[in-house]
């Protein structure tokens, strides 16, 4: 084992784990602040029990999510010093703007709506969520705004061997950040959506009281579920487009295209064997110059393949790694600069695959249940409870996707950008040992197990009680007048 594979895994378990968090929390909380909006403005105490409800799932998911995503930027410190080093200077502002955003403004809101129902003007309360749901989503901006600088580096400078940042500007509104953003939130809303979806069809068929709040929920979650798939859809274009010209070789990996085609196809499905880099054994099920659109509005675009792209970033990057003991094993070695083609074209296909599963199930969900029916075979709550997975399966896949189709770099050159302002990934590790590593992956790997038991634990158990376990026997007489019991969590 090498440190810089056990790294590699730490970093992708605790990513992959907090990202099944955040999608749900941001999606969730600005359809919670809808919600309490249309209570607010009608008193219709079915909107007061879905905002209760769903409210309390919220607050649940919200927490272990804080938890796990303080490990990531530690992270930085501890297994990526290298990388910490070159990229400190341009990570420093996007990362602090999120931190005040995320531990003052969204904290400091959130506690406000929490501790607020019987305290605060009902508009006043109702501004806190909104505020609180807003900042989640500026979060998640200046996050995605430093993930995107390491897929496409803009405004900086190359000094002394590191990067330093010119204009804040240019990394806030990179083209990149500009597609990953919308495309990012969209696919929470999905997930949120799907989660509604999924929870309300199983109350229904549990023909659990309160049956108008679960046909609202189950109604908002699908037609939510539709626009955010069309929002997928639309901005995951976009960014298959920037991906084209600015990392032309995960483009080839995600379709395991090993030679250069004019037009090119898209591949639908692999049969055969797409480990090896020449495609010998590979059988391809295709949709003729499709490819070629997605990457260039042209049905006629030619589309580099490996065999070519190869050769390109060797006479640009290397052949070989330098001759450096903490390189490891790879020290002096040749450099693979095609990614793993399984992940990536696999990866690209199960996102696509699972995210058109969600929403497909969710239309059929409120089929079934129109003008009043329920299915009463068991097969439907299964589905539905099922159903809810298939959006958060989308979004890891998306994300493993595009962070391993970057390799071997961890900050990949930019095409038109300053020369020398990319790292390979080998470069990035920490000087620590392999037995180091080794004990903070089972470490983190065993308390991250132990939260997600406790995140399922309270997610069933707040479930399967639905709204009765949120609300009071009595439920309050109005919006405007309210006892401090009937809102306490």
């Known amino acids: 084992m090498e440190v810089l594979d056990l790294a590699r895994w730490q970093f992708g378990i605790t990513t992959v784990y907090h990202f099944l968090m955040v999608p749900l929390t ?39 999510g804080v938890v796990t995503g303080i490990v990531q930027e530690f ?22 703007m999120e931190g005040l955003v995320a531990f003052f403004v969204e904290s400091t809101f959130l506690g406000l709506w929490i501790f607020g129902w019987d305290r605060l003007p009902k508009k006043v309360h109702l501004a806190c969520v909104w505020a609180f749901s807003l900042a989640t989503i500026a979060s998640a901006y200046f996050i995605l705004a430093a993930n995107s600088w390491m897929q496409h580096p803009v405004g900086v400078e190359l000094v002394d061997g590191r990067a330093r940042l010119t204009s804040i500007w240019a990394v806030l509104t990179n083209n990149t950040v500009l597609a990953a953003f919308p495309h990012t939130i969209f696919g929470a809303f999905m997930v949120a959506a799907t989660f509604l979806v999924g929870i309300s069809a199983w109350h229904l068929w549990r023909k659990s009281a309160e049956e108008p709040v679960w046909r609202s929920s189950l109604k908002l979650g699908t037609w939510v579920g539709v626009v955010a798939f069309a929002g997928v859809a639309i901005s995951g274009d976009l960014q298959g487009k920037l991906m084209f010209e600015q990392q032309p070789m995960k483009m ?40 070629s659109f997605l990457a260039h509005n042209d049905f006629t675009s030619e589309v580099k393949g ?20 903490q390189l490891g094993e790879l020290s002096g070695k040749p450099i693979d600069y095609v990614p793993v083609l399984p992940v990536t074209y696999w990866g690209f296909r199960l996102m696509i695959g699972f995210g058109a599963i969600s929403t497909g199930a969710g239309l059929l969900a409120l089929w079934l249940t129109r003008r009043g029916r329920v299915p009463s075979g068991r097969w439907f709550p299964i589905a539905a409870l099922a159903s809810t997975a298939t959006p958060f399966l989308a979004n890891s896949a998306g994300w493993i996707f595009t962070e391993m189709g970057r390799q071997p770099f961890v900050v990949v050159p930019n095409p038109s950008g300053v020369d020398g302002v990319w790292m390979f990934t ?23 197990g132990v939260l997600a038991c406790v ?35």
């Open 455 to 489: 995140e399922v634990f309270l997610i069933r158990r707040y479930v399967r009680a639905g709204v009765a376990g949120v609300l009071p026997p009595e439920p309050p007489p109005a919006a405007e007048k309210t006892d401090a019991l009937a809102f306490a969590y």
């Open 306 to 325: 490996l065999d070519e792209l190869v050769p390109m970033y060797q006479e640009k990057y290397g052949t070989n790694y330098p001759v450096d003991p």
């Open 75 to 96: 992270q930085f410190g501890l297994t990526w010093s290298a990388y910490s080093r070159f990229v400190g200077d341009v990570f420093g502002a996007p990362l602090a």
């Open 426 to 448: 080998a470069r990035a590790v920490s000087s620590s040992t392999v037995g180091e590593v080794l004990t903070s992956l089972i470490t983190l790997t065993l308390v991250y």
């Open 252 to 291: 080839a990996a995600a379709e395991a295209l090993c030679h250069t085609e004019r037009p090119a196809s898209f591949s639908v499905f692999a049969i055969g064997d797409v480990t090896r880099a020449d495609c010998e054994s590979v059988k391809n099920i295709t949709v003729p110059a499709l490819l």
């Open 26 to 64: 941001i999606g969730l909380s600005l359809l919670v602040a809808c919600v309490q909006t249309a209570w607010v403005r009608t008193g219709d105490r079915r909107y007061y029990a879905m905002t209760k409800f769903w409210g309390k799932l919220l607050l649940i998911n919200f927490a272990m």
